[in-house]
């Protein structure tokens, strides 16, 4: 395999590498190698796939699992290469998930209906930050605007094409195109008025765009967001932690929740073994990545019921052993 990091899914992240060495009984039995396909590296999901494996190392190890975070373009290249078998696992927004198994949007007539769900992670929040001079304090400021939007295929730019159709802007936004590491550079030579991304908090990027030149958030909020929230269940509403990025104020949005997902041809056996090691260990997923510090095990099980796929079997059972599924 060449495209991308794929290649690379035969060998384990350097800390797994490292305990490979010295471990004789993974050479006395069968190995599994399972990818995990995240996003690209200045996001959040590539850094939650490494915390992820790093979480459930030893225990996976001693069933001769090894665990390996894979960098990918996003969300929707994710869901085409679960499908295929070249990603066992992948993180995927939600949002994207129900337009792939609806076969909406980029799957317009082709329902990628072998997707299944293991476990939600974490809120997503659509974000955007906005040059000081640019005035931009709310969603309608951005009529008119020059807005990074993320590139072709990418989740933020599939999040902005669903929810674009449903705000009314007395002028359309010029949307430009982008990828996240150009998108510092642009906001603050004024390339771009605002950059839009959807993200858990808090995140880097963000962080790096607010602290580059003079800017702010602009909140998402009354009736537009009403409309696009009841139409979209699987979005929630929240507010941006501004405390994290020493901004004052609340600034309301909403958004999708990250999910990991699979195949509904994947091993059960190996999905029972990843989710079980998983929700088990969310007490030392939240010490090792900020955007996981608010993880909860029965918020998380309980937003994956309401995701836009159907759970993987092997999955639920666990989670009705463990008492999380009445």
Not at 75 to 97: K, M, P, R, W
Not at 123 to 148: M, W
Not at 229 to 248: A, D, M, N, Q, W
Request: neutral net charge.
């Amino acid at each position: 395999m060449t495209i991308h990091n794929l290649s690379l899914r035969w060998l384990a992240i350097p800390i797994l590498v490292a305990s490979l060495a010295g471990s004789a009984r993974a050479d006395e039995q069968t190995e599994t190698f399972v990818s995990i396909g995240s996003g690209e590296m200045v996001g959040t999901y590539y850094p939650m796939a490494k915390a992820v494996c790093q979480a459930i190392f030893s225990e996976l190890r001693e069933q001769g699992i090894w665990c390996s975070a894979e960098t990918t373009p996003g969300s929707t290249f994710n869901v085409d290469h679960v499908v295929s078998g070249e990603l066992e696992f992948a993180i995927i927004q939600s949002d994207i998930l129900f337009s792939a198994y609806k076969g909406i949007e980029g799957w317009n007539g082709t329902p990628v209906t072998g997707l299944r769900s293991v476990l939600s992670l974490f809120p997503e929040f659509v974000t955007v930050v906005a040059r000081a001079d640019a005035i931009a304090q709310v969603l309608t400021d951005l009529a008119g605007k020059r807005l990074s939007v993320g590139l072709s295929g990418t989740g933020p730019r599939k999040t902005w094409d669903v929810i674009s159709q449903n705000i009314p802007l007395a002028t359309p936004v010029q949307m430009r195109e982008m990828s996240e590491d150009e998108t510092t550079s642009a906001l603050c030579n004024g390339a771009v008025d605002a950059n839009f991304i959807v993200v858990g908090h808090p995140s880097e990027l963000v962080s790096k765009w607010l602290s580059s030149c003079p800017s702010n958030l602009v909140a998402f909020r009354g009736p537009v967001v009403d409309k696009i929230v009841s139409k979209y269940p699987f979005y929630i509403r929240g507010f941006i932690p501004t405390e994290l990025y020493h901004v004052p104020g609340k600034i309301q949005t909403f958004g999708p929740t990250a999910t990991l997902v699979t195949s509904a041809s994947s091993d059960p056996r190996m999905v029972a073994t990843i989710a079980k090691t998983i929700i088990t260990h969310v007490a030392e997923l939240k010490t090792l990545q900020p955007v996981l510090a608010g993880l909860d095990a029965e918020q998380m099980v309980a937003r994956t019921l309401r995701a836009p796929v159907p759970l993987h079997p092997a999955a639920a059972a666990v989670y009705k052993k463990l008492g999380l599924i009445k």
